[in-house]
């Protein structure tokens, strides 16, 4: 199917004009244009949620994770993606040495100017934040399969309205985020950090030698019904350009009731290791809230497809495309 361009959102800013040190009613506007970006398709970012969840949860070593890491490599290879898997091994908080992958897309490789977008594609192993079987996987629909969704939609979309030569554009799927040790534990092993493996490892052993980009956004947590996104404590520290940058477009879209101009705390994920030991500025778009942290449906069984808001998805990702269109 066919994108259809967005024509640009005006805003329209009104000067008070004086002369002759007399006041004036005068008032001059001025349009202010964002450029042309792809349709972002809320339907097809709920069917690629639908996708991952049916595969069940993305648990490193089960069926559906290697179901997930193939739908994903196919898929973007059919989008015109080039498209590479970064193998690595990472030590859990339990002693299991799990074999992990980080899928990586990118197009207009050529280009100089490149633009790193971020999302985890894994789910966690427990939910040990349930009342009722706290040791088994959950469906992830939102912590996990949101963000790789939006992230799946921008590529299919990006492939119908090629970006300009001098941008270029690279995805990466990270693996093994969401594992630590679980909320019960009675006692927790501090001399590491025991969940955001995939970011760890391709921080320290970039899948190109040198690579580096302009600024780069995760996506988590961005599916769910009633989602707000605040200025993360990380981002306001490493990229606070970025982030203003972004939660300005959404505010120019009409999305400013979503992107909230709020302070939120720090949260340990992905980003922080890109920004750290990658170098490359890097925002966290999460659901997380200054006054009630994560929604109830975290690291549960409620994380499931029925929770899931095409809109949220939406409001994500046209922020994101009318972002990078603007490079």
């Known amino acids: 199917m066919k994108n259809k361009l967005h024509w640009g959102v005006f805003v329209l800013l009104f000067i008070l004009a004086s002369c002759s040190g007399e006041k004036s009613t005068e008032t001059k506007t001025e349009a202010v244009a964002l450029k042309p970006y792809p349709n ?6 709920y069917a690629f949620v639908k996708q991952q969840v049916d595969f069940g949860p993305r648990v490193p070593g089960t069926p559906g994770h290697a179901a997930t890491k193939a739908w994903m490599v196919e898929t973007l290879k059919k989008y ?4 590479q898997v970064q193998d690595f091994q990472a030590q859990t908080y339990d002693k299991l040495t799990w074999n992990l992958s980080n899928v990586i897309a990118s197009i ?3 280009a100089s100017k490149r633009i790193l977008l971020a999302a985890h594609w894994d789910t966690r192993r427990i939910a ?3 009342k009722t079987r706290t040791s088994e996987p959950i469906n992830g629909a939102n912590d996990g399969a949101s ?3 939006v992230l799946m939609e921008i590529a299919r979309s990006i492939s119908s309205q090629p970006l300009s030569a001098e941008v270029g554009i690279d995805l990466i799927f990270f693996d093994g985020e969401d594992d630590g040790e679980p909320e019960y534990a009675a006692s927790r092993d501090n001399t590491k950090i025991w969940w955001c493996h995939g970011s760890q490892y391709w921080s320290k052993n970039k899948h190109l030698p040198n690579y580096s980009a302009y600024y780069g956004i995760l996506v988590d947590l961005v ?3 009633n989602a707000r996104f605040y200025r993360e404590g990380y981002s306001r520290r490493f990229a606070s350009g970025i982030l203003s940058k972004v939660w300005g477009n959404a ?4 999305h400013g009731s979503y992107f909230i101009q709020q302070d939120a705390p720090e949260i340990l994920d992905d980003h922080v290791f890109v920004n750290e030991w990658a170098g490359i500025p890097m925002i966290d778009i999460i659901d997380f809230s200054p006054d009630l942290g994560f929604g109830a449906y975290h690291h549960t069984h409620q994380d499931a497809l029925a929770g899931i808001d095409s809109r949220s998805l939406k409001v994500v990702g046209e922020t994101i495309l009318a972002t990078i269109y603007q490079e």
């Open 40 to 45: 972002f398709q809320a339907d097809s970012a």
């Open 80 to 83: 015109g993606w080039t498209v």
């Open 108 to 110: 207009n490789p050529q």
């Open 128 to 130: 040990d934040k349930d």
């Open 147 to 149: 963000g790789v969704a």
């Open 223 to 225: 599916g769910g019904k």
């Open 251 to 254: 505010a120019l879209l009409g």
